[in-house]
């Protein structure tokens, strides 16, 4: 069975590996089809699910819930993250896509979530981005609120600075649960930038999303001198797949992210779940980080 991982010292305990619901709506399934989904990845184990407001155009967690009504028993077999804090021109009332952080906002934002997904509580709620208006102590209020109300057990952010997570930080009675961050071969700022650093510090495990660039490691044309190392990589480890190859190489971050699985296709999940028994070697590791940056370390 899968590894799981508490992501916090006061945190909730996730799956190793997450399934995430960005592309569901272009995925096509009915809402049988989509149970059947999530039956399959759950008798794997990956039993943590990553959603957003914003997803599929303000519609993949209404999508999500109507599977979860067609099968309620569902719901107490798996943790719902999802995310606020984005206003997107897919409603006509935002004329300009902008961020928004605001108390009221995120309470509307996690009471419609509640109820698109037909539950009565939230697993995680995470701040979808760092706003250049955010008031600390406003998301604070919301955050407690949410708490004390039964409505969202944990909180956390993402895709933000160690500053930014701070700042908020300071603000809570309780522990921020983590931070979503982009990491990848093709995506490498956090692991230098002090993002994974702060997560080490505190004992947090951050989710990744995005390791493999939205497709780009399989399509674009300068990602080969990357390919031709991870398939050498995967052959020196025994490894299915180059995907294995790079979920292992998130992995192997001391920060012990928990990474993000984008795909509809149960196999290529059912794939993923070898990467946790995967082991790089140090130079592995960084042979892979060269083929993806283009040069070496100083």
């Not at 982009?182 to 947090?204: F, K, N, V, Y």
């Not at 993923?272 to 993806?292: C, M, P, V």
Request: proline fraction near 5%; charged fraction near 20%; charge should be negative.
């Amino acid at each position: 069975m899968l590894q799981r991982l508490q992501i916090a010292p006061q945190g909730p305990e996730f799956s190793r590996l997450i399934m995430g619901y960005w592309r569901l709506m272009d995925w096509g399934m009915t809402s049988q089809q989509l149970v059947s989904f999530i039956e399959q990845h759950l008798e794997l184990g990956i039993t943590t699910t990553d959603h957003a407001d914003i997803y599929g155009d303000y519609q993949c967690e209404a999508a999500f819930g109507q599977a979860l009504q067609l099968a309620p028993s569902l719901r107490q077999r798996l943790e719902l993250v999802t995310k606020c804090g984005i206003a997107t021109t897919a409603r006509p009332e935002n004329r300009i896509g902008h961020y928004i952080t605001e108390s009221a906002h995120i309470i509307r934002s996690a009471e419609n979530s509640l109820r698109y997904f037909a539950t009565d509580y939230l697993d995680l709620l995470l701040i979808h981005r760092p706003d250049p208006l955010m008031d600390a102590d406003d998301i604070a209020s919301a955050f407690i609120s949410l708490h004390q109300s039964g409505k969202v057990k944990h909180f956390g952010v993402s895709n933000f600075t160690p500053t930014q997570f701070s700042l908020l930080q300071s603000r809570l009675p309780f522990t921020l649960a983590t931070n979503q961050l982009e990491i990848s071969p093709l995506h490498q700022p956090a692991i230098l930038d002090g993002s994974l650093d702060q997560c080490q510090q505190l004992r947090i495990k951050p989710l990744a999303w995005s390791c493999l660039g939205g497709g780009r490691l399989f399509s674009d044309a300068q990602y080969q001198p990357l390919r031709d190392e991870l398939t050498a990589v995967m052959e020196e480890t025994g490894a299915e797949t180059i995907e294995q190859v790079v979920y292992a190489w998130v992995m192997r971050l001391p920060s012990q992210p928990l990474p993000i699985i984008g795909s509809g296709k149960i196999e290529r999940v059912r794939a993923a779940l070898r990467a946790s028994e995967i082991e790089l070697s140090r130079q592995q590791w960084f042979r892979i980080r060269k083929a993806a940056l283009g040069y070496d370390v100083p």
